[in-house]
């Protein structure tokens, strides 16, 4: 009977109106392998995960807290998680609750960094210890293939809560993604909100030479980038704060798109994922515009990079020719966590290796903690 209920707990956050209306629900409670079930009645374009739009029911009220790692798709390691906690809990609080703020951390959250556009917002979280000392920043951008996704989502809200109550200024921040713009304007989005929180550092007790960044997948691309290109000005964009730096010199990237020149040849040739990613600008020209490969120098800043050798949807040799290249140039304290077997989920399936890293790396960068 417990077995029976639990399954039912599951069908109320999975199961389409349609399907409860054809089938009883004790029999849609009892298929087997009911995680790839569901996925398989929800994944209406079939890309092995759930976006916000195919969810439904609870489900769908409930995305965020479900989405861990914040790229706007749940794939099939979220789902088994969900089935999981469903499985433990007896249902209670499977879904998971929002963090809470820490008693002393200050959220502010949809701050517009500029005017024009709903995607031009970040969440704030500040230290309460007062003004009588600068912080350093670390700024945290979703995933999500640069068309999904969202600031407030999974890690995106945990991890900046936590930085912040450890006396990190921390924003998470949204992007223009590929629906209204190329990946040149995520790019440039992102730049326009390190403007913002260096052209108001004097309110925000932000000690303006200790910006940091992390990133997963689409995200990990982006936080290279700033990383990376901070000197060249046609990645600037046309937003405001020109006058400001929107450079980091402390970056984490985890499954990181580096090189869009290694894509396949449907994408190089102007395929429907070029077109939205790379718009009508020649293909080559903007591969390489965005690639942060490109910009790798001896006076790069710090990285700490990790990815997983069995990640289908961005290959370790991404990672590894940016490793090798960095070394090929002498750029300096760079560090590589390649993690055997571990999926395009590596950051969280080896949190336990991962984050204390993270916590060490940006520590040491931008504190100088242990000198």
């Known amino acids: 009977m417990k077995q029976i209920q639990l399954y039912l707990i599951a069908t109320t956050v999975f199961c389409i109106a349609s399907v409860f209306n054809s089938q009883p629900r004790l029999a849609i409670a009892q298929q087997p392998k009911g995680m790839q079930w569901a996925l398989n009645q929800m994944d209406d374009d079939n890309d092995g995960a759930i976006s916000r739009s195919e969810a439904k029911w609870r489900m769908q009220a409930n995305f965020d807290r479900i989405d861990q790692d914040g790229n706007g798709r749940l794939d099939g390691e979220e789902l088994s998680q969900l089935f999981e906690r469903l499985r433990t809990s007896n249902g209670q609080g499977a879904l998971g609750t929002k963090p809470s703020v820490p008693e002393n ?3 502010r959250e949809n701050i517009s960094y500029r005017e024009g556009n709903e995607k031009w917002k970040l969440d704030l979280m500040l230290p309460k210890n007062g003004k009588e000392k600068l912080y350093p920043v670390v700024v945290f951008i979703h995933g999500g293939g640069w068309r999904n996704g969202d600031k407030s989502s999974g890690v995106f809200r945990d991890y900046p809560l936590e930085y912040a109550s450890r006396g990190y200024v921390c924003a998470s921040i949204n992007y223009r993604l590929v629906d209204e713009g190329t990946i040149l304007d995520c790019i440039a989005d992102c730049k326009s909100a390190v403007r913002w929180l260096r052209a108001h550092a004097e309110e925000l007790s932000i000690d303006v030479n200790n910006f940091g960044a992390y990133g997963n997948s689409a995200g990990a691309h982006l936080v290279a980038m700033l990383g990376l290109s901070s000197t060249q000005d046609e990645l600037e964009g046309d937003g ?5 730096s929107s450079a980091v010199r402390a970056v984490c990237c985890s499954a990181t798109p580096t090189n869009f020149r290694l894509w396949g040849e449907e994408v190089r040739s ?3 994922r070029a077109a939205a990613l790379f718009g009508e600008r020649d293909t080559e020209q903007v591969m390489e515009l965005a ?4 910009y790798v120098t001896s006076a790069s800043p710090p990285f700490l ?4 050798t069995a990640d289908t949807t961005v290959p ?44 060490e790396f940006f520590g040491r960068v931008l504190r100088g903690d242990g000198k």
Do not use: C, W
Not at 291 to 294: A, D, I, L, R
Not at 330 to 345: C, E, F, K, P
């Open 105 to 107: 951390v200050e959220l």
């Open 316 to 359: 370790v040799q991404q990672s590894d020719d940016l490793h090798a290249l960095f070394h090929e140039k002498n750029s300096q304290d760079v560090t590589y966590l390649r993690i055997d077997g571990a999926g395009h989920g590596v950051f969280r399936q080896h949190a336990s290796e991962t984050v204390p890293a993270m916590r």
């Open 305 to 308: 990079m990790v990815h997983g």
């Open 270 to 272: 102007g395929g429907g």
């Open 291 to 294: 690639s942060p490969v490109t």
């Open 240 to 244: 405001p704060y020109r006058e400001y």
